[in-house]
């Protein structure tokens, strides 16, 4: 067995905007095990300015994974790779995949491979989604909810925290056109608003029905978080306030401090699949619900993520539906039909 790995960058076919800026690309990295003649892909998903292990040597970390692929399992190497959560996923994505496919006699497609067993991987049942609405000109948000509109989406995620009074201003046009048992409005601010700008908003999303929102405030402002789950009229979803935390006994902290009403988590960002199941567990323990959300990977870590969400029996729509925003993606099984992603037969 040896490992590699390359840089690929994806382009996006539109700028897309957020609170942190318009991204027109992003850079990811694949990483490679080579065992008798088969070979098996993960992607280690870094988002620069947002993952944990967003560090100069990154790619000196990953070859040093590479050096030492003779560890033999993920479990030594998972474990030594705790403060770099997106190689964890990358890593975590190929030997799931050697462990599926090493015996796999038909095993071809190293880019869309089998890694958990269910009726959505064989193409036989969807997962439903949120459609993701862009930060940017008025005109241009409501371009892209009429789109999703017409393919069907009922539940709806707006990037908010720019410009609150226009955004706030389609929120209003959207509820009185559709009430909430018919559409369902997610918001997302990515740490835009300060303190006491989120008490209001967090009672104008109440006024509206918006049934939550996404890191009202910047990470790392515990007490104030804490502060804002405890008394908020919408629920509070915590996002970037997971990133960084690598150790079990820390997730479990954070969440019986803060209590918030959901978590959402996002593989590349919080550790691959165990990392994640630690979020899990501590969520769990509180009655927490959550949802699995991709973060811009390519349709290698969208395959991986959204496979492994089908397991875990959805019942609330899911963030999975990036895999269409970039002009150079690597072919794939999964298709959006309407709001559902689907894995289409081989």
């Not at 997962?127 to 409501?142: A, K, P």
Request: glycine fraction near 8%; hydrophobic fraction near 35%; include cysteine.
């Amino acid at each position: 067995m040896k490992a590699s790995f390359e840089p690929y960058i994806l382009k996006f076919k539109n700028p897309s905007g957020t609170s942190r800026g318009v991204l027109t690309e992003k850079l990811t990295y694949l990483f490679k095990i080579e065992e008798d003649g088969k070979e098996y892909v993960g992607e280690c998903g870094l988002f620069k300015g947002l993952s944990f292990d967003d560090r100069p040597d990154y790619e000196e970390k990953l070859q040093w994974v590479c050096d030492h692929i003779e560890l033999g399992g993920v479990d030594e190497l998972w474990n030594q790779l705790r403060e770099w959560p997106s190689i964890q996923f990358g890593v975590e994505q190929a030997f799931q995949s050697v462990s599926v496919n090493r015996y796999n006699d038909k095993y071809t497609d190293k880019l869309n491979p089998d890694l958990y067993e269910s009726a959505f991987s064989t193409g036989d049942k969807g997962i439903q989604t949120n459609g993701l609405i862009w930060m940017g000109s008025v005109d241009f948000m409501r371009e892209q909810i009429k789109e999703k509109l017409g393919i069907g989406f009922k539940c709806i995620k707006l990037k908010i925290g720019v410009d609150w009074e226009n955004e706030h201003h389609i929120l209003q046009q959207l509820r009185t056109e559709f009430s909430a048992e018919q559409l369902e409005l997610r918001v997302d601010a990515n740490g835009g608003f300060t303190f006491e700008e989120a008490k209001v908003v967090l009672q104008q999303l109440a006024d509206l029905q918006i049934h939550s929102i996404e890191q009202p405030i910047k990470a790392g402002q515990i007490e104030l978080m804490t502060a804002l789950c405890a008394s908020t009229p919408t629920p509070i979803a915590l996002d970037e306030e997971l990133i960084g935390i690598v150790h079990q006994e820390d997730k479990f902290k954070l969440i019986e401090k803060i209590k918030p009403q959901y978590i959402i988590l996002k593989p590349s960002l919080v550790g691959g699949i165990r990392g994640s199941l630690e979020w899990i567990n501590a969520a769990d323990t509180y009655e927490i619900p959550f949802w699995i959300t991709s973060a811009l990977e390519s349709n290698i870590g969208l395959n991986a993520i959204a496979q492994w969400t089908a397991i875990l029996y959805p019942e609330m729509p899911q963030g999975l539906g990036t895999g269409g925003l970039f002009t150079n993606n690597f072919p794939s099984r999964l298709e959006l039909r309407g709001e559902y992603l689907f894995r289409n037969k081989q």
